[in-house]
């Protein structure tokens, strides 16, 4: 299962992170782990192009984790980005089933 956590202060996103694989298929063959993929790797990437907002990534080199912390306030561009990413995992998620993506909004 990809588990996915949102971390947000006050309405505010302070990061997101995802750990795992979905499991829907054979490596080379989960269209599940594939969409989670290109939507998320596309946000981030999105968010470093479109905007001026300041963030860490992590990466394993081998797959199965990716996180993006920011370090202040982000602008309204990348929060309109993060939302619709969140979009597209809800619907990935109710589409497929929580047995293979995990979403969880955790308050600081």
């Known amino acids: ?6 971390t947000r202060h006050d ?3 302070i990061g997101v992170a995802l750990d795992g694989h979905a499991g829907y298929a054979d490596a080379g063959q989960d ?15 999105s968010i470093e192009r479109f905007t001026d907002d300041d963030f860490s990534c992590e990466a394993a080199e081998n797959g199965g ?5 920011f370090s202040e306030n982000i602008s309204d561009k990348s929060k309109l ?3 619709s990413m969140l ?16 979403l969880l909004y955790k308050e600081v």
């Open 1 to 6: 299962m990809i588990s996915v956590v949102i």
């Open 11 to 13: 309405d505010r996103y």
């Open 31 to 45: 269209i599940v782990c594939a969409a989670v993929s290109v939507l998320v790797i596309n946000t981030f990437n």
């Open 65 to 69: 984790y990716l996180s993006m912390t």
């Open 81 to 83: 980005l993060l939302d």
């Open 87 to 102: 979009l597209g995992l809800d619907e990935i998620q109710k589409q497929y089933g929580d047995e293979y993506l995990s």
